[in-house]
């Protein structure tokens, strides 16, 4: 990954292996559409406004990135030929998910494989398109990936390659730091308090021997109280800032008290985040491809398959993971209200339970990783029959 910054925020580049071939569009359009994340949008509700556009899937909001951003993808390969899709419709559509996250920092990830010459949008609107997105679309976009490349971009990109890490050079000067490229300190043993990027068996050790780590016992307290009712709780995401503030209380072992920040999604926040950065998922690493399987199991069986998978589980790890999961159950009951279906809320857990050893989730393993997510939270009561730990907690 390459990366530069301008005054539109921090823009990388990721170029993967396969060349983008536009001698395509002479042989019509394809609809090869890779395997995508399970949406959180309202493209299959046919009373929303922009259901024209939505229901192509061009335009997904799955979750957030490793920062606690939400994560904003946009799928050329989507795109239907330009005489069945309203472009300025599609921009409109953009604007309209986008006013719903830009007042926090999100990333946003383009996916430039797929647009040809029969589903291209116009120069114009692209000129209309430039000028719509004003400052209040760029001043929290911090992280732009555009995957899948064309020659063209590359070539643009080596051009101004020079140019830019010059830029990088005077911002580092400017600000009395060091280039990106300097070599940073090995990182310091964790704090006795430590909460974030630490084993559960270093918190339970560090704490009396309590299961449940404190971070979770207490976001899942607060949100239980006061955040079940909550439109899209889990789905939106709190200045980054913040969110560092709160790890570091937590990591200092100083009280945090969630009233004070007067925002729910503050905590649900902190517990995606807490999730994400344990050494090892909680869903282990040795069950990664069992969870990946599952998809190949018959539906009538799959709900016994993940049963069985989680008896797998060492203790520890199944206490915590239980406790969460009858949590997210609770939440989903009230999806009438909070729109936090079981569906909805494996988008935004799935990724942060289970991940590889080596590398990271890949869009094709999202299916089977929020599809058996999914099912704990639906299915919680049957999955987590069979064992019944001496010291279980739940919320």
Known sequence: MVSYSNHYGNVSTHELQKEEDEEQGRHGYRPDRPPAPRRVSFSQDTSHPYYDVARHGILQVTGDDNYGRKLVIFSSCLMPPSHQLNHHHLLQYLMYTLDQYVESDYTVVYFHHGLRSCNKPSLHWLRNAYREFDRKYKKNLKALYVVHPTNFIRIIWNIFQPLIRHDERLQAAQ??????????????????????????????????????????????????????????????????????????????????????????????????????????????????HQIQDVVRVESSLRVTTCKHILER???????????????????????????????????????????????????????????????????????????????????
């Not at 300190?185 to 630490?198: A, E, I, K, M, S």
């Not at 009951?333 to 991940?355: E, R």
């Open 175 to 288: 600000k009395g730091g060091l280039h990106p490229s300097s070599k940073t300190p090995p990182p310091r043993p964790p704090l006795p308090t430590q909460q974030f990027g630490v084993s559960l068996q270093y918190i339970a050790e560090k704490n009396q021997g309590v299961m449940i780590p404190p971070v979770m016992s207490q976001t899942v307290a607060y949100l239980k109280d006061n955040g079940l009712q909550t439109e899209g709780i889990f789905r939106r995401s709190a200045r980054v800032q913040l969110i560092k503030d709160v790890q570091k209380l937590y990591n200092q072992g100083k009280p945090v008290v969630f009233e004070q920040y007067g925002d729910i999604h503050v905590p649900a926040v902190i517990l995606k985040t807490f999730l994400r950065e344990l050494p090892e998922p909680l869903l282990t690493f040795p069950l990664y």
């Open 313 to 395: 589980l060492p203790e520890h790890n199944y206490m915590v993971l239980k406790y969460l999961l009858c949590f997210l159950n609770m939440v989903s009951q009230q999806s009438i209200i909070n729109k936090m279906s079981p569906s909805n809320l494996a988008c935004v857990f799935g990724v942060n339970l289970s991940w590889p050893s080596q590398g990271s989730v890949s869009l094709t393993s999202l299916t089977p990783l929020n599809i058996f997510t999914e099912i704990l939270i639906e299915h919680y009561h049957t999955v987590f029959s069979s064992r019944c730990p001496q010291a279980e907690v739940l919320p």
